[in-house]
């Protein structure tokens, strides 16, 4: 089966106060997006990947995407995650079997998280890792509590997140159509009634998103930090 990864790297990531987008932030020598590049790179089950850069990267974008093992496109993003996401389906072939979308911003993802969504994926038609949430969970309202949610029916979204891909570009088409923005992958198919399948997620695929994250993920690869 054709397996392609696309990798939503079109972000600003304004929340961490820098100068450049935060994929090309340094993280234990490597950049964000190369070190979230560099495993879907390794992985033997990968064919293709495809890359969605902010649009004035994707002009030029970095040398090391030339020496990757396998077919890279680069696309360049829009606005919203869907948007580039969307952008990236062009450069993806017809007969693919599955597609994984994945955060650049998650660094650490490991091979056995992405085994395990491909699998459930290639089963169930769509999967996506999914950690517990271990906090009490509140329902605001102009600043009053109005409800305590269930935790046990509660759960934290990852990625890599993965469609059998005529799924997906069904349930992007349907999004599009009816003028909803979707905030993941998942989000877009659940809309069109098909089961998504969750997955075990992990505490060290951690997305990257202020100043506390990056240092986080400087302490892990450090062995400073347990993940």
Known sequence: ?????????????????????????????RTILQRSFDLFDRHDRVHEIVVALPPDMAAGPPDWLRTSRKP??????????????????????P?????????AARPLVDVALVEAVVREAAAAGAALPVLPVVDTVKRLRDGLVVDTLDRE??????????????????????????????TDEAMAVERIGAPVRAVPGSPRNRKITTPEDLAWAEGVLAGLVRA
């Open 95 to 103: 007969d693919t079997g599955l597609v994984l979308v994945h955060d």
């Open 153 to 182: 029916e509660l759960g934290a979204a990852q990625t890599p997140q993965g469609f059998r891909f005529p799924l997906l570009v069904e349930a992007y088409e349907a999004a599009f159509r009816d003028g909803v923005t979707v």
């Open 72 to 93: 890279v496109h680069v696309v360049a993003g829009g606005e919203r995650r869907q948007d580039s996401v969307a952008s990236a389906f062009a450069r993806v072939r």
């Open 1 to 29: 089966m054709l397996i392609v990864a696309i990798l939503a790297a079109a972000g600003r990531g304004t929340r961490l106060g820098t100068a450049v987008p935060k994929q090309l932030l340094t993280l234990g020598g």
